[in-house]
Each structure stands twice: as C-alpha cells, then as structure tokens.
C-alpha cells in the first residue's frame, strides 16, 4: 500500500511532499492526504484561472462515525477519492468516467453554495453526527457545518450539495463491486 500510495502522489506531483515529511506515516496517510487537498492551488492543477471560468475547484466532505471520519475528495480535474481516518480509502477513482461525471456536477454544484459557507484558515474534522464540508475556492477555502441528519432530511441549506456528494460516493461504491 505505501508504494502505491507513494507512486500515485508522485504521478500528480507531490513527491516533494513525501520528501518535506508530510506524511509521516505511509500506512496511514489520511492527515497527509487532507493537508495535500487543502493546499491545492489551481497552478498545482495545471488550471488558469482565466480559463476556469467556477471559484470552487475542490470540495473535502467530511463525515464523522464514532471515532472515524470518512473524506470525500473530489477536484474539478475529475480527480476522485474517498478515504477514512482509520486508514483505508479508494484513491484514484475519477479514473472512471461514472465517477468523473459525477465528481463534475458536485464541484459546478458547490458554487451557489459558496456564498453561504464562511471563510476559513483552520481545518478541524467534523464532530460525531456532522458533516463538514471545505470549498476551495480561487479565492480562499470556505466551510460549512451541518447535521447530516438535517442533511440528509433535506432540511439543511447544504442538502441538494450534500446528496450531490452522496452521488459521487455511490458511483465510487459501484465501480469498486465491478472489480
């Protein structure tokens, strides 16, 4: 697992990353994943802004079960992963296109959303029962918090977003059964 993991960031570029020690354990990277996700600049992406016509490039969903969170990671390139604080994940998955259909309509999605959630320079991970989503954003990172009962309800503001990254989840989860 760890040279694969190791491989993959160098395949997007992050060797220098390893080499910084920004991930301190291979065998479980998922705070090394997270800071990886929430320094991404549209230059690391190889966009322009004045060709990216969206503000949200990126979106991390973060949900809390117990003691584990589960990550959802998808970036406006179709780059595509899910991963869990308690070490396993599926990364690399917007290789597939039901996955990259999806991953794109939940990052075009995200803009109306933008206004609604506030600036942040701090990244915690959501409490049990939340879910915490972080928008990266040309011009910064923004979050919002919500219940992910409400959400799921359809009684937060968050909740077409929501079900929108529920959709990407489900085509990651069906890719994987036909392995």
């Known amino acids: ?23 301190n354990d291979l065998n479980n990277p998922f705070e090394g994943l997270r800071k990886l996700v929430l320094s991404l600049t549209l230059d690391k992406l190889d966009l322009d ?10 979106i991390l969903m973060e949900t809390r079960y117990g003691n584990e969170t589960a990550s959802l ?19 690399g998955a917007g290789g597939h296109s039901n996955v990259e259909k999806a991953t794109l309509i939940f990052i075009t999605k995200s803009e ?10 701090i990244f915690p991970l959501p409490k049990k029962g939340k879910v915490k989503f972080y928008l990266i954003a040309q011009k910064g990172i923004y979050t919002y918090t919500a219940s992910e009962n409400k959400l799921g309800n359809q009684k937060d503001k968050f ?10 989840i489900s085509e990651i989860r069906k890719t994987e059964e036909k392995k």
């Not at 802004?49 to 949200?56: A, P």
């Not at 970036?75 to 599926?90: K, Q, R, V, W």
């Not at 109306?112 to 320079?121: G, I, N, S, V």
């Not at 929501?162 to 990407?168: H, I, R, T």
Request: hydrophobic fraction near 40%.
């Open 112 to 121: 109306k959303y933008l206004k609604l959630a506030k600036p942040t320079k």
């Open 73 to 91: 990671v998808s970036i406006a390139d179709g780059t595509t992963s899910l991963y869990f604080s308690n070490g396993g994940g599926i990364i």
């Open 1 to 23: 697992m760890k040279k694969i993991i190791y491989i993959i960031l160098c395949l997007f570029g992050f060797s220098s990353l390893l080499e910084a020690g920004e991930f």
């Open 159 to 168: 909740s077409e977003l929501f079900y929108a990254g529920q959709d990407v």
């Open 49 to 58: 802004s004045k060709n990216y016509q969206n503000q949200v490039y990126a």
